[in-house]
């Protein structure tokens, strides 16, 4: 380092220690196999963080696989991981990370400066648009350590990059990847998590092994199996007869059959998970759903209570707004009461006396009790839908691509703060965002810049109670995924980590044979 930056980092404040724990573990991995059943297909696309969607479930892959310079960590919401130390400049535009010695890939390769730098600059998925509009330049200091420049001071940059709300902090190896290029790579992912990629059979199954020298310590489990297993009763029956040991989020009956077999533990996680309906035609004037009634009519129409109790067992919460509870400057609001008889009063006064034929109703996978039970409220009082369901995958990139019109279900369960939840669904640039309001954007911009939180937090929640106002969507309860545990589960390590919906895939224990 010259003595120029030496001076720099001299003015740094130094915000956040080391974790104290060993540079890397010395520990033998540990025994047995286990086997975690999800809830949607394994799509190759979550082997590279490059594409990460603002959803949790791709970071349950990406978390085993790879790591990150900072991520949530157990008892963290944004902990040291790659990174030994960071350091933030006084005037909040200057942020400096040193990567942990002796760090190295799966493939034995060092895990450096250049690499952090490379998986930044080739990073395109959630949050992109903000880290492009934001940060100014990324430097390599030296073979350890990364200067980050900013436009502007961004009190959210490390929440940006140093939780799932994106996955532009997880670190790949550069030169594998450009030997393979990126299909060579999602065909046989190399990173520095904890565990290794063995296999991947393509629509069955992912085949992972622990990783000896990672860097926290070796895990306890030495081989993961991640089967995909969509429908929730054979996810249940596997459970049972011992085929799997943890069954991932399941729902109603299934949920219902777990919680009573005394050798099985039902799980709920605390993950920072929201579930919506979207308008996605509210911002063209040719569609019923420009009529702000008509999107009134939808939230009066939602039986919240009944939809939390028929499929999540009475764990979700209803709520008011698309920013879950947990989740720092989060506004406090209940939802619209249930009300028939005044959805269908609206209906009418907006021309629908009839009830209104709004077409398909997609839900995202594999939430199928949950948008049926809201499918059913809405039918019961005119706006008839039919459910056309759609593989995860494709959910996601018809989303992002904004081809899904009318009405659709929606779940997001990304960490972050309410401005990351902001940023992808309610500003008008977000990649998820249908359209949106000049009022609202710059509201948005002023809360980037401002550092003082007790102002952030007024400006967050003014655009919260916006939402709100102008009926953008249609909340219906936060998420709280319901997890199987199977008897052979000494730890399950679900909730460990705070707002992550997977266990802390390293810390898991299975019981002694």
């Not at 760090?103 to 895990?111: E, M, R």
């Not at 709004?358 to 009082?381: K, R, Y």
């Not at 401002?450 to 929640?461: F, Y």
């Amino acid at each position: 380092m010259s003595t120029l930056s030496r001076r720099i980092v001299g003015l740094f404040v130094v915000v956040l220690a080391t974790l104290g724990l060993p540079l890397i573990a010395s520990s033998q991995p540990g025994q047995g196999e286990a086997v975690v059943a999800w809830h949607v297909t394994l799509a190759p696309s979550w082997f590279d963080p490059s594409t990460a969607p603002p959803q949790i479930t791709a970071f349950g892959m990406l978390y085993a696989i790879h790591d990150a310079f900072l991520r949530p960590l157990p008892g963290q919401k944004i902990g040291n991981s790659l990174a030994e130390a960071w350091t933030e400049s006084p005037d909040g535009r200057v942020y400096e990370f040193r990567l942990r010695r002796g760090l190295k890939f799966h493939n034995g390769d060092p895990v450096t400066a250049e690499d952090v730098k490379f998986s930044f600059d080739r990073y395109r998925g959630a949050g992109a648009r903000a880290f492009q509009e934001r940060v100014q330049k990324l430097e390599v200091v030296d073979f350890l350590t990364v200067r980050f420049q900013l436009t502007e001071p961004w009190p959210d940059f490390l929440t940006f990059y140093g939780t799932s709300a994106t996955a532009a902090g997880i670190v790949v190896p550069k030169k594998y990847l450009m030997q393979v290029g990126d299909d060579g790579f999602k065909k046989h992912p190399i990173g520095a998590g904890p565990y290794k990629f063995v296999s991947h059979t393509p629509g069955v199954e992912v085949v992972l092994e622990a990783n000896p020298a990672y860097w926290r310590h070796a895990p306890y489990v030495k081989r993961l199996t991640m089967k995909s297993v969509p429908e929730g009763t054979t996810r249940v029956a596997m459970l049972k007869n011992g085929e799997i040991d943890i069954a991932v989020a399941l729902e109603a009956e299934d949920a219902e059959s777990a919680r009573k077999d005394p050798r099985l533990q039902l799980v709920a996680t605390r993950h920072a998970s929201i579930a919506w309906i979207e308008f996605a035609d509210q911002w063209d004037p040719k569609s019923p759903w420009h009529d702000r009634r008509l999107r009134l009519a939808v939230n009066y129409a939602l039986d919240r209570k009944a939809i939390n109790e028929s499929a999540c067992l009475g764990y979700c919460p209803p709520t008011g707004v698309i920013v879950p509870r947990v989740m720092d400057f989060a506004l406090a609001a209940e939802p619209l009461p249930y009300d028939p008889h005044m959805a269908k009063r609206l209906l009418a006064e907006a021309g629908y006396a009839n009830g209104l034929d709004a077409g398909d109703f997609v839900p995202i996978p594999p939430f199928v009790q949950l948008s049926e039970s809201a499918v059913n409220s809405l039918n019961a009082v005119g706006i008839r839908l039919r459910m056309r369901s759609i593989e995860r995958a494709a959910f996601n990139t018809a989303w992002r691509e904004k081809k899904l019109r009318g009405l659709f279900m929606a779940v997001s369960g990304n960490s972050g703060n309410a401005a990351s939840r902001v940023a992808e669904f309610i500003y008008s640039r977000g990649s998820y965002a249908y359209g949106g309001y000049p009022d609202i954007d710059e509201l948005f911009h002023q809360q980037a810049r401002e550092r003082d939180p007790r102002k952030r937090e007024a400006l967050l929640h003014r655009i919260q109670q916006l939402t709100i106002d102008r009926m953008m969507f249609a909340p219906i309860m936060d998420l709280r995924a319901l997890m199987g545990v199977g008897p052979r589960v000494a730890d399950h390590a679900i909730n460990s980590v705070p707002m992550v919906l997977f266990p802390s895939w390293e810390d898991m224990r299975l019981k002694s044979p």
